[in-house]
């Protein structure tokens, strides 16, 4: 399974559809969100946003000529789990799993948590015996670091991209916090202990860099699933979540120190994240010349 950070062919994006309002009253901030972070990708890599034919018009009209919007039914706005993990032949692996619920430094090793796995609505009855040899036949991974879901009120249940993903150089981002008093901090904690022991399939221990994350912010009486790690990798830069945060300037420094030779574009996620997932989460990268 190829790593993220490789050359893509392409990004696709799903435009916001079918939303109930009762539980995502700001829809137009919400496809102007979409909008902002496909005309930031398409700097850096061809954008496709599928829409539905009565949301074509207003879809083109936000995005902007250089989007491709191509019409097609649809019923969900998240790409990276609606769409294919990567483009190899289709199979039908018997397992349930979303693309954001995964994450491999292309090398062998895959990232991933238990609660998503092991979730009784996804895969009743599945050991961790088991899912390792599915993932090992079906992604060509052969080592697994198990963390766990640690955000409240996460839509995703506890997806691995909200909490963790490697970098191209031997490095995992981790999500923080350092008030034990906080909601999140004994389950962050917990990430980080386990990824102390988290080594690569050569055996070689990764680097692990912390970035905190954002204050605590509601939305609908409930915690918003904050996280500057939900960002995605495109072409010679990088797309991330800035949420109007006194850590947000820190967040960008982080990454773009580790990412020299790329450019990071903030854009803004509260109205992203009142949607559900993040920008990693409404985005699929293609790379199709490289599995050629």
Known sequence: MPAEWQHHDRCWMLWPTGIDPARYPNVDNMRQSYANTAK???DFEPVTMIANQSNVDECQKLCG????????D??????RDSGPTFNLECFDAPIVLEGGAIHTDGNGT???????????KRNPGLTKKEAEYILTKYLGVENFIWLIAALEFDDTGGHIDNLACFTPFNQILALS????EDSNYERLQENRNRLNYAKDANGKQFDIIEIHQPRYREFL????????????MANRSIIMPIFNDPKDKKAIETISNIFQDRIVIPIEGLSIVE???????ITLKILI???K
Request: aromatic fraction near 10%.
């Open 289 to 291: 010349k490289q599995l």
């Open 275 to 281: 949607g559900g997932g993040g920008i990693h989460c």
């Open 74 to 79: 649809i019923d969900d706005c998240w790409a």
């Open 65 to 72: 000529d250089k989007v491709v919007v191509m019409p097609l």
């Open 40 to 42: 930031a990708i398409v």
């Open 221 to 232: 009486n409930e915690r918003m699933p904050l996280s500057y790690i939900n960002f995605y």
């Open 110 to 120: 895959l990232m991933i948590t238990e609660d998503v796995l092991f979730d009784p």
């Open 177 to 180: 916090e350092n008030d034990s």
